[in-house]
């Protein structure tokens, strides 16, 4: 690794084993790393004898999106929100659909640079309601984001982490105080389809999961890829949304998308719209109260509907809105009960648009 062209910010989740290795404490992979070598997630490295992450303030790009693309249905609806990741990942995912930037190993992946302050102010003049860490997974630039989402806060900036979930209990712990909503990836409910496809554990994932729902504020959904013979038997999403019901409550919405081929999957079909249908069927049967189809065109199965009288409450097409029958505050207009969500007034009118954002260029 060249020095000159990185910049090493300082991390404190490691510590030296008695062979001399440093093992970083962050993830569950337990990296054991000499001077000079990279973990599995390419962004956390061994410099002076410590573990420093190389990408602090340092993105693959900058995009405002509507909230709804992360996917949040239940979070500030209709907003905008400036999104952006960096390079790595910590997880070895073979469908990966972000694998330019996740996989990338290149430091010139990483165009554009800006401070933590910056990113902030920029999503303030933009008027977006938040910041989301999205693309590759967050929890590998943990201290990057943190700073960023201090500083969200200062100007009433909500922040939205996009991830996998896997991630140690301490930095856990960290993490999450300072995110506002979080959609974890629930990549599938078997331990063999974590170890062959993603190169992880299943069980750290449901214990981040248990975490946020059960010890912090943070506004949850989760997403499913929906695999073709991989992870889509009615045995399994049967099982999936019946523990996320027991373990996280009926009001996690969960989202159901399709696949398509992509890295190194490419022998494997598109996912079927009737997978996403059945999917969202099963949970609902099973008392997920807000299941959603994602990545097909069906109103319905992205429509927000009131699980007490079965009215329409959002309607979406794509990321469009073309209904909206809450309060302010997130209640139904036909019977009056509560939607679960963060609602704050009317909706946004951010739409459909996506709107690249250059920081060396200006805004």
């Known amino acids: 690794m060249n020095d000159q062209a990185v910049e090493y910010h300082p991390t404190k989740y490691w510590h030296t084993l008695k062979d001399g290795r440093v093992q970083c404490d962050l993830c569950p992979r337990e990296c054991k790393l000499q001077e000079g070598q990279q973990g599995l997630c390419f962004v956390r490295a061994r410099h002076n004898d410590e573990i420093v992450l190389t990408t602090y303030g340092r993105s693959s790009g900058f995009c405002v999106d509507p909230i709804e693309k992360k996917p949040l249905f239940h979070f500030l609806p209709g907003s905008s929100v400036l999104s952006f990741g ?16 996740s996989k990338s190993r290149e430091m010139d992946t990483l165009m554009e640079q800006a401070s933590p302050d910056l990113i902030a102010r920029t999503a303030k003049e933009l008027g977006c309601r ?9 929890v590998i630039f943990m201290e990057y984001a943190v700073d960023i989402a201090r500083e969200c806060r200062k100007l009433g900036i909500k922040t939205v982490a996009v991830t996998a979930g896997y991630i140690c209990e301490a930095p856990r712990e960290e993490f999450f105080r300072h995110m506002d909503a979080a959609n974890v990836d629930l990549k599938a409910f078997t331990e063999a389809f974590y170890w062959k496809v993603t190169g992880a554990h299943l069980q750290p994932v449901l214990d981040t999961l248990e975490y946020i ?23 399994e999403l049967d099982a999936m949304t019946r523990w996320v019901v027991e373990h996280l409550g009926p009001d996690v919405p969960m989202h159901f998308t399709a696949f398509h081929p992509d890295w190194k999957m490419n022998d494997v079909p598109p996912t079927p719209p009737e997978t996403l249908v059945r999917a969202r069927t099963i949970a609902m049967r099973n008392g997920v109260r ?8 069906d109103r319905k199965g992205e429509s927000t509907y009131c699980h007490h009288c079965h009215e329409l409450l959002i309607g979406r097409d794509w990321y469009e809105l073309f209904a909206w029958n809450l309060s302010e505050k997130g209640h139904c207009l036909h019977c009056g009960e509560r939607c679960a969500g963060v609602f704050n007034g009317p909706p946004g009118t951010w739409g459909a648009r996506r709107m690249p954002v250059q920081f060396s260029r200006g805004i």
């Open 130 to 138: 938040s910041v989301a860490f999205t693309y590759n997974d967050p």
């Open 86 to 101: 960096t390079a790595g990942c910590n997880l070895a995912c073979k469908f990966c659909q972000n694998w330019d930037m």
């Open 290 to 297: 807000y299941a959603y189809t994602g990545n097909v065109h």
């Open 213 to 235: 729902r059960q010890e912090t504020n943070v506004w949850l959904e989760t997403t499913t890829l929906l695999i073709p013979g991989k992870n889509d038997s009615d045995e």
